[in-house]
């Protein structure tokens, strides 16, 4: 089976259910509107074996050109809408991508691809025109998880990695029922975190799709009110968010004092017959977001245990997912035990396996994973391949883990430097430290993860020629982050004459040069 497949499996097993919420459009008006779509990029030039570009905000005609790609035998290159032209133009280089289906407000000059207007109002489907038969092993899409100005790392998703991930996702049913649902959908498809949970899993439960293309709290309230969606996913800083202001109104009303009461011991009180007192508090905040919640989803971040335990305690099923883009997203899967904390993300789905490897005296060890939802390696890169996989077919994802007693992974760091914002953005210090080193002066850079007044940020350390001023560092600085997307840039660093401390292999002690900013060794800094 390959996605095409999958949905006109869903379509025919529920043609008239609601697939598109906002617009109304059934899981049957879908697919004849697919087959539009693959007329129009048929007649563009779209053939088998093309690499095609997605680069869209989370609109109808994202999901539409997905399928319409897949229809004619195709690629999805899944591009990221916070980058660059001079980004996009690598990526396009990078894959043998000579179109890119995008919104017009992204076009711009270019000799390295042309542009589609992705919201191009289609004809009628070409009776001619036939699904191509896709084996499930050829790659559905292409996604970029770092050096996107530099040294690519590509990452393929067969159609069987994505059906996986998709069937996999019946973990949920448990918690969502068997009834029709709805899936809100906020967070951005080309990221594979919005792409599991918004396209894989409401195929899988025939469920409805709302979209939503913007990250206004307003329209995102609204929508709440309006439709009542069943599940929510989201980025553990929005449930944050959310929280605290709850927490702020509770307060306000003079009312918190109650909460924190039912927060505490709810479970006491419905045992007992106050069940009502547990409802006074728990109604008014189910109500926020529409009063139909069934699961709240975390994932793209750790989620801080109090936030998890706020949402549980007041009648919102929270679960914390895993995964990489490596593996299609959600891998693992928290589970409903009794102590999930801190950082509890449950353990595999199904046909996933996973062990952890050079525990320490906490056991904690290296998180290595193999499974239907793990790709193959990435793209024409044979060397990382080789240090990623081991002779049984296991993937390092390179962060680390704790296994308790209820089979539940608790997350504890990362092997690897991946910089997570507090937003669930990835930035990749290497991608940027490459960047950084082009600039006249600059000896060596580290990138890292660091707070600054209680905010994760992208923090550099500079390792410059005596000429150079602060003032010099911080404009050329502030010119590299132009090459990339807003939120990689670096707007907080320091600088040093001392060279860096460095390994036998010449590379930089990334935790020994944080160590040293934390103790004050580098004093000439830009906060």
């Not at 449930?239 to 009461?261: C, G, P, Y």
């Not at 409903?336 to 904690?364: H, L, M, Q, Y």
Request: hydrophobic share 40%; net charge positive.
């Amino acid at each position: 089976m390959n996605m095409y497949q999958l949905l006109e499996k869903a379509a025919n097993a529920s043609p008239d259910a609601i697939f598109l919420v906002r617009e109304n459009i059934s899981f049957s008006g879908f697919v004849n509107m697919v087959k539009a779509r693959a007329a129009s990029l048929a007649a563009a030039g779209v053939k088998k074996g093309d690499i095609i570009g997605v680069l869209a905000h989370n609109i109808p005609e994202f999901p539409l050109t997905l399928f319409a790609i897949w229809y004619l035998g195709g690629t999805a290159l899944l591009l990221d809408t916070n980058l660059t032209p001079f980004e996009y133009d690598n990526m396009t280089s990078t894959t043998d991508c000579h179109i890119v289906c995008a919104e017009k407000s992204f076009f711009y000059k270019t000799r390295k691809f042309k542009f589609y207007d992705i919201e191009k109002k289609d004809g009628k489907p070409n009776p001619e025109l036939t699904a191509v038969p896709l084996e499930s092993l050829d790659v559905a899409t292409l996604s970029f998880t770092s050096g996107s100005t530099g040294t690519p790392k590509v990452v393929p998703l067969t159609h069987f990695n994505l059906i996986e991930c998709s069937n996999s996702l019946e973990d949920m049913r448990q918690w969502v029922g068997n009834g029709y649902i709805m899936m809100y959908g906020f967070l951005p498809m080309y990221h594979i975190f919005g792409f599991a949970v918004e396209l894989l899993a409401t195929l899988h439960y025939r469920a409805g799709l709302l979209l939503q293309p913007t990250i206004n709290p307003k329209e995102i309230m609204a929508d709440f009110q309006k439709y009542k969606p069943d599940v929510i996913p989201a980025v553990p800083r929005l449930f944050e968010v959310i929280r605290n202001r709850i927490i702020d109104t509770l307060k306000a009303q003079h009312i918190w004092w109650l909460a924190s009461f039912v927060l505490k011991y709810g479970k006491v009180l419905n045992k007992i017959g106050l069940g009502f007192l547990v409802r006074k508090v728990q109604d008014p905040v189910r109500n926020i977001f529409g009063g139909n919640v069934k699961l709240l989803i975390a994932g793209g971040a750790a989620t801080k245990p109090e936030v998890e335990t706020f949402y549980e305690r007041l009648g919102m099923p929270f679960i914390q997912g895993y995964g990489m883009t490596e593996t299609v997203g959600p891998i693992c899967i928290s589970k409903p035990t009794k102590r999930r904390f801190p950082f509890a993300f449950g353990g595999p789905t199904s046909n996933n396996e996973c062990e952890i490897r050079d525990k320490n005296e906490d056991g904690v060890g290296i998180l290595w994973l193999r499974g239907h939802q793990v790709f193959g390696g990435y793209l024409n890169n044979p060397g990382v391949n080789e240090e990623v996989f081991d002779e049984r077919g296991f993937f390092n994802t390179g962060d680390m883990v704790s296994m308790d007693k209820n089979g539940e992974l608790h997350f504890a760091g990362r092997k690897k430097q991946v910089i997570v914002l507090d937003s669930g953005k990835n930035v990749y210090p290497d991608e940027l430290e490459a960047m950084f080193m082009e600039i006249p002066g600059v000896n060596n850079v580290a990138v890292f993860e660091h707070k600054v007044k209680d905010k994760t940020v992208t923090y550099g350390v500079f390792s410059v020629d005596k000429k150079m001023t602060l003032e010099k560092l911080a404009a050329a600085i502030a010119a590299a982050n132009k090459k990339v997307a807003s939120y990689k840039w670096v707007t907080h660093f320091a600088m040093t004459t001392d060279e860096l401390p460095m390994t036998s292999t010449q590379k930089v002690k990334h935790h020994v040069v944080r160590q040293n900013l934390i103790d004050g060794k580098y004093p000439i800094r830009r906060e």
